[in-house]
């Protein structure tokens, strides 16, 4: 549970509609670092940087809101490079994050290669072999914070796969202490929309260095975005009174 009182995005439904791009995302993703305490003067966080848009826009958000937060922190970058998908945009990524002030690095998983035989690629054995390799790098280089690009969509998404495919009331945490590492995992855009961080990357030309993970989207989660999409009618008022439904009560998002 959090230590305090936990609020939803404070920011009006006007500015949302009129503020730029990159303004919102600092502004919600600044908010959600100090309602769920993300971040804490001295912490050493390591960006897992996918190459997608939303990680990079991540990056570029927490860079740029060290000033403004007034919470000192170290932030340095770790990319997974696998054996299906070469990402011929890294030395882009790479450029990005020197300019931003982010050091970077590029450790090779052999994902495919770790899969038993008879065994298929798929979305859940990549992200744990990610994960696992993340929280092994985390604790060697001393870093106490791992920050992911999980946002409000995918949080949603997440909560109603779990629900009708599991008949489960389990969410992805905003924020998750784990019992067995020193580290703690945090996703500082959690309350935005991916069409939100879209417009953002667009804006400071990072779509086009983004890449793409050739597996995409799994089709259950698709279904689901479809599904949510349908009876939310998209607005994003309707997907922050969600969150803020798994927020009280017994808090889904914190563990």
């Known amino acids: 549970m ?13 500015f949302l509609r009129r503020g730029s791009a990159g303004e919102i995302v600092r502004k919600l993703c600044a908010r959600a670092v100090l309602d769920r305490e993300l971040i804490s003067p001295g912490d050493k966080i390591l960006i897992a940087a996918s190459g997608g848009k939303d990680s990079t826009v991540m990056a570029w958000a927490l860079s740029k809101l060290k000033r403004s937060l007034k919470i000192r922190y170290e ?23 020197e300019n931003w002030d982010i050091p970077f690095a590029d450790l090779f998983v052999p994902v495919m290669g770790r899969l038993k035989e008879g065994k298929k690629m ?19 280089k001393g870093f106490n914070k791992i920050a992911l690009g999980h ?18 009331l389990g969410a992805m945490p905003i924020k998750l202490r784990y019992r067995k590492y020193p580290v703690t995992l945090i996703r500082p855009l959690a309350y935005l929309e991916e069409r939100q961080i879209i417009a953002c990357a667009a804006e400071e030309l990072i779509l086009k260095a983004a890449c793409t993970c050739p597996y995409g989207v ?6 689901m975005r479809e599904k949510i999409a349908c009876f ?3 607005s994003g008022a309707v997907k922050r009174r969600i969150l803020a439904a798994l927020t009280r009560g017994r808090d889904l998002l914190t563990e």
Not at 122 to 140: D, H, M, P
Not at 156 to 161: A, C, K, N, R, S
């Open 218 to 223: 799994n089709s259950k989660r698709r279904d």
């Open 151 to 168: 946002h409000l969509d995918d949080i949603i998404e997440t909560f109603f796969m779990n629900l009708t495919a599991k008949g489960e």
């Open 122 to 140: 798929n979305c859940y054995w990549c992200s744990t072999q990610r994960r696992t390799e993340l929280l092994k790098y985390a604790v060697e």
């Open 2 to 14: 959090p230590s305090g009182p936990v609020k939803g995005p404070p920011v009006s439904d006007r």
């Open 75 to 97: 932030l340095e970058a770790l990319h997974i490079s696998t054996d299906f998908c070469a990402c011929c945009k890294k030395p882009v990524l790479a450029q990005k994050l």
């Open 232 to 234: 939310t009618g998209g």
